[in-house]
């Protein structure tokens, strides 16, 4: 079983390009989680979703940034006109269906850096 | 809002030696998760312990929970250079499970 694939690894953008990031969630997994770590910082709850649905974008920046998890095919995060802040790493999550401890497995990242 | 609080910031010790790291909360939790990462990688989970218990162990490793003071202990027993990394921990709070606050995690070094 694979684990919670993410692409790409390393993405470089200049600024005021677009960044799209990816992530497979697990199989059997339908709920997906995005996290930011600015670094040397601990990881900060974006947004989580479930197939085709945004349950919770609290996390997310109000303009400029984006996510989806359509019926088929990876969540995509997606962040516009990027600037320098926007550097750092993006973790995607997933989980199987929820229940009261649930454990969320994490994918290897992507880092974000802007020119 | 919850937030994890790792301490110490940062740890130097001998490999053969214990290390030990604290974590912080200030609500509430449903349960709570010690990750490690390793400089510019992914996140490895360790441990999860649930609210309800009080000491988990995985291999080398014990935590520990104390929800009276809304802290959790990380040991690492004989440690190795390997054990190099920074380690965070990540509580999920009782309504919305999913939103795990991450700490700013411990930094610690293990000298060959």
């Known amino acids: 079983n694979a684990g919670v694939m993410q692409n790409p690894r390393h993405l470089v953008r200049r600024r005021g390009q677009e960044a799209r990031l990816r992530c497979s969630p697990m199989k059997g997994h339908s709920h997906v989680y995005w996290y930011r770590q600015l670094p040397e910082e601990g990881l900060k709850f974006m947004v989580y979703?479930?197939?085709?649905?945004?349950?919770?974008e609290s996390g997310m920046p109000k303009e400029r940034f984006s996510a989806e998890f359509p019926k088929e095919g990876p969540s995509i995060l997606r962040i516009q006109q990027v600037v320098r802040g926007d550097s750092a790493a993006y973790f995607c999550?997933?989980?199987?269906?929820?229940?009261?401890?649930?454990?969320?497995?994490f994918g290897p990242g992507t880092r974000l850096t802007v020119l | 809002s919850q937030q994890g609080e790792e301490d110490p910031q940062a740890l130097s010790i001998q490999e053969g030696e214990n290390a030990t790291m604290n974590c912080s909360y200030k609500t509430s939790i449903n349960n709570l998760q010690w990750y490690r990462q390793n400089s510019g990688r992914g996140l490895v989970h360790l441990i999860l312990?649930?609210?309800?218990?009080r000491e988990k162990h995985s291999g080398r490793l014990r935590v520990t929970l104390d929800t009276s003071k809304k802290s959790s202990s990380l040991l690492i027993t004989a440690s190795r250079a390997a054990d190099t990394a920074s380690y965070f921990c990540a509580t999920a709070g009782d309504s919305g499970t999913y939103k795990y606050i991450f700490g700013t995690g411990t930094r610690l070094k293990v000298l060959a």
């Open positions: 979703l479930q197939k085709e649905n945004i349950i919770d």
């Open positions: 999550a997933s989980s199987p269906p929820r229940g009261p401890y649930n454990e969320q497995f």
């Open positions: 312990i649930r609210s309800n218990e």
